[in-house]
């Protein structure tokens, strides 16, 4: 009854709560927390009677000097409630005192240190928690321990806690519930949905059990709108559940805020400026709501408005801290507004920071994915893709840097929300630009298999397919794509794909006509679409890529001036725009292949550091200086210059690379270590100066430099380069220390600490391997294998072009522990692990041959044969060219002939893979 009435207090239904108080204030076990709710209530109202609330603060202050244990418990529980957990904890402590430790008080005591929030109380509440079990189950106390493991972030023992509670307590439904939250934390998806079966429909539920509990419609309104991928269908029901909130509590400012932005996300701009209007009337300090209005206004492209509220708010700012919120909208701005992409990319940079700085230390639940908030995450990628190509770097050209990133948000929301097929087509597209096309045609096919009518997922593969030069897949996929959204025709991209496709066919001709039917589409002449296209995005960079591309396809079809020609209509269309610059590139590039050196040069030069493209002009002056001048001087100092203009992180290891690729080493290593100091967070670069080192042959300071990286604490990437550097130099003893330092934490449960475990655990069992130790590094493997197993499970869902990789390191594994079993004489398990190696990569040719031997060694010729006629059906091709012929002479023992035929599979292996056993 006491926590009935509390929850009607908090949500705001005081009059309703104080009449329910009024009626049991009398009661001496409840009578202190009763005065306490009711003062509570008076505080609440809009206008507080002061000497009601004044004469109950003198009977509580008179009631508590003679309130016995139940009085004291019930009054710490309703001040927890409220959130004033000191003043609960001194009620909490005097009751443990007069009952010479209570096991309801010890409970309490364990709830409150765990949802203080503080470090050093967590820590106290799993002992509280024993406390109150010493006598038995109880269900309250198991709750809390459950509570206790996941604020440390022990998922598998706060899932061994609910499963006692199901178990002793099988009606218990908030155990389900709390089950549910866990495996999603441990991210075991099919157990989850499982457990999810078992609740009854939300909504029906809501309307049943809690018809009045606004706070409640809202959360749950809120995590399923950020995590739905802007699903229209979804959305219109998270709005109506705002609504309906805001319908029962009109005075509540967030909730108007919410509102807001459930317009918002469904494109209804004025909507949500009125919500977010009546949000800033009821609190005019409100920053989210004028964060919605900037935003509101931001979308209608009222920019000097923006400009202006962004100014306002920079100064509030320093007070409430950065906001991830606040430092996109100013991003966004600033592209609008033309800025440099340096200032940009930096702002996208600090919304990032400022995001997942937010999301430290919190499990995967409501709370995390309602601050995660994927499809803000969906917003920023795309932002920063605005910034790379649109078409794969060329043969030897490293990708857009602005890639990492990418891909390190997007291996966040699939991980959390794999389901989402956004965030998947633009892993997909990050792959793609990357030049990882194999990866990209896995996940687009995946996302097919989801919606096989999702249009841009068509286009996609289409232009995968183009890379690979597969291309009547890429007319399959061309025409998908308009079967599925006609209106996709009046997009530049589609046409372009087209006329590239036709062009690497040789189809010049078809081409022109693709791309000149292209260039009268509405779009080609203004940055928007025509009313019909509403739904299909467009921008300069596509609309360039056009012109381009016709300039290139006159120039293969021998048409030098028309190619000119196209070439000074798109000098003329993108004069004083963003892409100006790719136009003069284009235009180098063209002298370039008509032989003007010279010319090409000029029009690099004339490119400032303060423009857009300064960096790629100057790597393309620095590759005709090494590949036309043959100059290795003039194509460093390219480089050097470019520090020099543009010091960076970027710049630096763009140095660092040049250096390299004329082999010196030397000087790569301090371009590398500028490099470091202005990013020392990242690891790729710590490794790229640990491996010019190891070039150098400077095998002691490599050492010296790893294990210096390693304190930092930052660097953990290291580890592996460092055991193996190690084990190169036969230092066994100080390799196995690196790697058990490595693998000395907390069980790990994300997918990117367990692949790094199991890369660490497999070097081990090599180091063991070495030093003769094989007990020990066949279970090193095994645990390894144990590992790989679970990330086989995940990453069917979470990262499905890792999927083949994966499998392959599962079966070397298993492979290695065979190996491993037949150097110890254990035949049948080397054979089984043998099995399970081709159960995860069934045409391992070397896995096969050693499984034949195995066979042999027992002298089970039939499955010897069955395996040597297996291996030849594979490899049928390589036995030929090495002449494998069964000799003319009779052999008297069927293993004479199984040995001659495993000898020459082994020579033919050696010669066609260059393996050697």
């Keep these: 009854m006491q926590l009935t009435l509390t929850v009607i207090v908090l949500i705001g239904r005081i009059q309703e709560a104080l009449l329910s108080l009024e009626s049991i204030k009398n009661k001496q076990e409840v009578s202190l927390c009763t005065m306490m709710a009711m003062i509570y209530a008076h505080k609440k109202r809009s206008n507080p009677d002061r000497e009601v609330i004044m004469d109950l603060d003198a009977k509580l202050k008179e009631h508590r000097k003679t309130a016995g244990q139940e009085a004291l418990y019930f009054a710490g529980l309703f001040l927890w409630h409220i959130g004033r957990y000191e003043k609960a904890r001194e009620y909490i402590d005097r009751m443990i005192k007069i009952s010479n430790g209570s096991k309801e008080g010890w409970i309490l005591k364990g709830w409150l240190d765990v949802t203080s929030g503080k470090e050093a109380s967590i820590k106290k509440a799993g002992k509280c928690f024993d406390e109150g079990l010493q006598n038995g189950n109880d269900i309250f106390a198991l709750m809390g321990k459950a509570q206790y493991f996941e604020a440390r972030q022990n998922y598998s023992g706060a899932l061994e806690t609910v499963n006692q509670i199901i178990a002793n307590f099988p009606r218990f439904l908030p155990a389900f519930i709390k089950k549910m939250k866990l495996q999603l934390a441990l991210q075991d998806w099919e157990q989850s949905v499982e457990t999810a079966q078992r609740l009854k429909d939300l909504i029906s539920a809501l309307d049943q059990l809690e018809p009045q509990n606004p706070p409640l419609f809202c959360k749950i309104a809120l995590v399923f709108s950020r995590t739905c991928g802007c699903n229209p269908d979804i959305l219109k029901l998270t709005e109506m559940l705002v609504d309906r909130a805001f319908s029962l509590a009109p005075q509540n400012a967030d909730i108007a805020t919410e509102l807001g932005y459930q317009m918002l996300f469904q494109g209804k701009i004025k909507e949500a400026m009125k919500c977010y209007k009546t949000a800033m009337a009821l609190d005019e300090t409100s920053v989210p709501a004028l964060t919605g209005i900037i935003r509101s206004q931001l979308m209608e492209g009222k920019l000097d408005d923006v400009e202006q509220q962004l100014e306002f708010l920079k100064e509030v700012q320093q007070s409430i801290g950065i906001s991830a919120e606040l430092s996109y909208l100013r991003a966004v701005l600033a592209m609008k507004k033309n800025k440099r ?27 995390y994915f309602e601050k995660l908030n994927p499809d803000f995450l969906i917003e920023i990628i795309k932002e920063y893709l605005n910034f790379c190509p649109s078409q794969p770097a ?20 699939m991980k959390t929300v794999p389901g989402l097929l956004q965030a998947a087509y633009l892993v997909a597209k990050v792959k793609y630009l990357s030049g990882n096309y194999e990866a990209s045609e896995r996940i687009l096919q995946h996302c097919l298999e989801q919606n096989p009518s999702y249009a841009e997922v068509h286009l996609l593969m289409a232009q995968v397919h183009l890379q690979q030069n597969n291309f009547q897949p890429c007319a399959q996929s061309l025409e998908l794509c308009l079967s599925y959204n006609f209106q996709i025709r009046e997009h530049p991209v589609y046409h372009l794909v087209k006329a590239q496709a036709q062009i690497k066919m040789g189809e010049i001709a078809e081409a022109i006509k693709t791309l000149q039917m292209a260039m009268n589409l509405p779009g080609m002449r203004t940055s928007t679409l025509s009313s019909k296209s509403k739904t299909i995005e467009i921008d300069g960079r596509d609309r360039l890529s056009l012109y381009l591309e016709l300039v290139e396809a006159h120039r293969l079809n021998g048409e030098q001036h028309e190619a000119i020609k196209i070439l000074q209509d798109a000098i003329n269309e993108f004069s004083g725009t963003s892409e100006e610059l790719r136009v003069m590139i284009t235009n180098a590039d063209l002298a370039l292949m008509q032989g003007d050196v010279e010319a090409a040069l000029t029009m690099f030069r004339n490119i400032t550091p303060e423009q857009t493209y300064f960096v790629q002009a100057k790597e393309k002056m620095a590759a005709i200086y090494l590949k036309y001048r043959r100059d290795k001087k003039l194509y460093v100092s390219c480089y050097r210059d470019l520090v020099e203009k543009m010091p960076s992180s970027h710049t630096f290891l763009l140095l660092g690379d040049a250096y390299m690729n004329i082999q010196e080493p030397e000087e790569a290593i301090e371009a590398y270590e500028q490099s470091l100091k202005k990013n020392p967070r990242d690891g790729a670069l710590a490794r790229k100066i640990g491996n010019a080192l190891v070039k150098t042959h400077n095998y002691s300071k490599a050492i ?3 294990e210096a990286a390693l304190k930092t604490g930052q660097q953990n990437i290291l580890c592996h380069d460092l055991a193996e550097l190690l084990l190169k130099l036969s230092q066994y003893d100080k390799a196995e220390k690196v790697l058990r330092q490595a693998l000395d934490h907390e069980p790990v449960n994300d997918l990117s600490s367990l692949m790094e475990d199991i890369r660490y655990l497999v070097l081990l069992a090599k180091v063991y391997s070495k030093m003769e130790r094989t007990e020990d590094a066949v279970f090193s493997l095994q645990q390894a294998r144990e590992m790989q197993a679970k990330v086989l499970k995940r990453i069917q869902i979470e990262q499905l072009d890792a999927v083949p990789l994966q499998k392959q390191l599962a079966a070397e594994i298993c492979a290695e522990i065979a190996k491993q079993s037949a150097t110890q004489r254990n035949c049948e398990k080397a054979i089984t692990f043998y099995k399970e190696a081709l159960a995860h990569c069934e045409t391992d040719n070397k896995v096969m041959l050693e499984l034949a031997r195995l066979y042999l060694a027992l002298d089970e010729v039939d ?29 008297h023992k069927p293993h004479q002939l199984v040995n001659y035929l495993l000898v020459s599979l082994h020579l033919a292996l050696q010669v066609s893979t260059g393996m050697t056993f």
């Design 341 to 367: 992409q340096e200032e940009v990319i930096t702002l996208l940079n600090d919304v990032l920071d400022a995001h997942f700085s937010s999301l430290q230390g919190l499990p995967l639940g409501i709370e």
């Design 394 to 413: 060329g043969l030897g050209q490293p990708p857009s840097p602005l890639l990492r990133p990418c891909a390190s948000v997007l291996e966040t929301v």
């Design 704 to 706: 010296s430099y790893y």
């Design 863 to 891: 499955a010897c044969q069955y395996q040597c006629a297996a291996l030849l059906k594979n490899d049928q091709d390589n036995v030929a060219a090495t002449t494998v012929i069964v000799p003319q002479q009779p052999y």
